[in-house]
């Protein structure tokens, strides 16, 4: 849910975008019997290179204090990294 709606935000602060309809698409992919692929994209500027390194950090936002709870991909890393 983070990452959904940290990309409407994005979307709907980028006034000065030439794109005529933004939009965030969601694809689900049968991989086989036991797995599915979710992927999330959108049609945005994209997240910065400076902050790139920081997102799987708990908390981490670029809102102003008391806006943002983060992307919620710490708790991802750490589900992957225990396994």
Do not use: C
Not at 17 to 38: F, G, L, M
């Amino acid at each position: 849910m983070n990452i959904l709606s940290n990309a409407i935000d994005a979307l709907l602060d980028q006034k000065a975008h030439s794109v005529k309809s933004k939009q965030i698409i969601i694809d689900t992919i049968n991989i086989d019997d036991i797995y599915i692929k979710v992927a999330i994209r959108d049609n945005g500027y994209g997240i910065p290179s400076e902050i790139k390194n920081k997102l799987f950090d708990p908390f981490f936002t670029t809102k102003p204090v008391g806006k943002g709870t983060g992307l919620g991909l710490s708790i991802y890393y750490q589900i992957v990294d225990k396994h």
